[in-house]
């Protein structure tokens, strides 16, 4: 008896959960989807957290989804497991390009950058290597959308890091910006 009461329970919370997303969803403005997005993630599974779902209808839409991730991600397990640095940065990139394929996104379209998981700077020199990719992308696109970590979110270095230089970069590329405000409302 106090099982089933502890499941109708847990069945209304998740009610008040699916009606809260919904009441959430429609104080965003709907927006219309842009011929190329291009996701810059700071790490190898931000992208999945923080857009996955946008990506699959975007895809399915048929328009192109560049995915770019800044680390390689080497130092999500410092000080918990036994595994070399550069055998997890090589696992998480098979991840994200499994992933990737689960939701649509072939391996052509996905770039790594390999900066240093915790050491993405601000500087022209790290900036580099983004801003040729990005000019790359986005040369002869007059309908551009990019999703990247709001630098008020998690709080992580890489997120905040990565907030800046993108919004810096596109800030001179004519395009509609959009910030992937990541975890709290999912793109």
Not at 74 to 87: L, M, T, V, Y
Not at 175 to 186: G, I
């Amino acid at each position: 008896m106090f099982r089933e009461f502890v499941n109708k329970i847990k069945e209304q919370v998740r009610i008040l959960r699916v009606d809260s997303i919904r009441l959430r969803a429609k104080e965003y403005p709907s927006f219309s989807p842009s011929n190329l997005s291009v996701i810059v993630a700071p790490h190898p599974d931000d992208e999945v957290f923080g857009c996955c779902g946008l990506m699959q209808r975007l895809i399915a839409l048929g328009k192109r989804v560049e995915l770019i991730i800044m680390t390689g991600g080497g130092k999500s397990h410092a000080g918990c497991c036994d595994i070399d640095e550069n055998e997890l940065i090589r696992q998480r990139r098979q991840l994200t390009i499994r992933a990737a394929k689960e939701y649509g996104l072939s391996q052509e379209y996905i770039h790594f950058l390999d900066y240093p998981d915790g050491g993405v700077l601000e500087s022209d020199s790290q900036t580099k290597k983004l801003s040729n990719l990005l000019q790359k992308l986005v040369d002869g696109q007059d309908d551009v959308s990019v999703f990247y970590p709001h630098k008020n979110g998690e709080g992580w270095s890489d997120h905040v890091t990565t907030s800046n230089i993108v919004s810096h970069l596109f800030d001179r590329v004519s395009s509609s910006l959009f910030l992937k405000t990541s975890w709290k409302h999912p793109c």
